[in-house]
């Protein structure tokens, strides 16, 4: 297992900063947020960007880059749910560590298909 590349981890922030607006603005063009169900948009949203964000790190990288997008998912979850709140009580603890675990999992996912992907590109040229 190799060393973590931080500027990929940096690189993947930006990424899902990005893929989270434009996530954003593609629910609010389609009128989701009209409905009242903004809980629901948010509970669909993360997951979404998590993996969309890990793919895409994992295709545009040179080399296999797939825990560095997970790590990267981890922080922006978490600086999220800290950015959000007023108290940081053990609830928003125990939420910042599912939250957290769910993000780098979807990330790592997302990057080892983005590199699958990668691959298969390679191979056709």
Do not use: C, N
Request: charged share 10%.
């Amino acid at each position: 297992m190799g060393d973590i590349d931080w500027k990929w981890v940096g690189i993947s922030i930006i990424i899902f900063f990005i893929a989270q607006i434009i996530f954003s603005i593609a629910f609010s063009i389609l009128g989701i947020m009209t409905l009242g169900i903004g809980f629901l948009l948010f509970l669909i949203l993360k997951p979404v960007v998590y993996y969309a964000g890990g793919l895409i790190t994992g295709y545009i990288s040179p080399g296999i880059t797939i825990k560095e997008p997970a790590i990267g998912a981890f922080i922006i979850a978490v600086l999220g749910i800290i950015l959000d709140s007023r108290h940081f009580g053990i609830g928003r603890l125990i939420l910042s560590a599912l939250s957290g675990g769910l993000a780098f999992f979807l990330a790592l996912v997302g990057a080892s298909t983005g590199e699958k992907m990668q691959d298969i590109a390679d191979d056709d040229y």
